[in-house]
């Protein structure tokens, strides 16, 4: 698992998996209330947990954003939290139940599109998100501050998986969405009129380059 710095308090954390071929990102959000982008498998957890706790030097993990229910955004969910019991994990409503199904108990934030998550040190607005096959309503958000939009499993860049980042453009990522990202037209076209006036900088893809923006 590589650590990569990217803002002063901005962390990527990538693993590679050349077999599939696939790299999978979390990222993680210092400052007083400390937030987790994604666990990822519970394999990549177990790596990741000693690096932040480095990087926490002592301190709480306070928040875990997990965008969708699928191993590779919540497997290690019940590994990180045997290390950081106190973390409330923020996402839908749907993947909440998901969660509780699976024996999840611990303290959930729910939220829902368009609404904001305002800490000390990041506000979240989050994006309603078609997810998986079964398109069933997950969250992207985007840190209103950083500018960071994290993108989940869409804008992947299947063609440049293991470059570490890269530049493109907001208009260009949201008009070349398409069906293998999400598999309706009505939801796609849903989610690109959503997400079209964004102001970001940066995408915080889920796997692949992070994206630096012109
Ligand atoms: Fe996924
Ligand atoms: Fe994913």
Redo the contacts with the bound molecule.
Sequence with gaps: MEQIKILDDFYKFTTENKAIPLT?NQYLILGDEPLLV?TGSVQQTKELVPKIKVLLDGQDLKYVFVSHF?Y??CGGLEYLLSHFPNVKTICSAITLRQLVGFGFTNEVIVKKPNEILETKNFKLKFIAYPSEAHLWEGLLAIDLDRKIFFS??IFIKMNNIFEKEARSNWKYEVDNLNNKDIPSIDELKTLQNNLRDIDVKYIAT??GPFLKLD
Excluded: V
Aim: no cysteine.
């Design positions: 999978f994604h699928e590779d955004e989940s499993d889920g796997h």
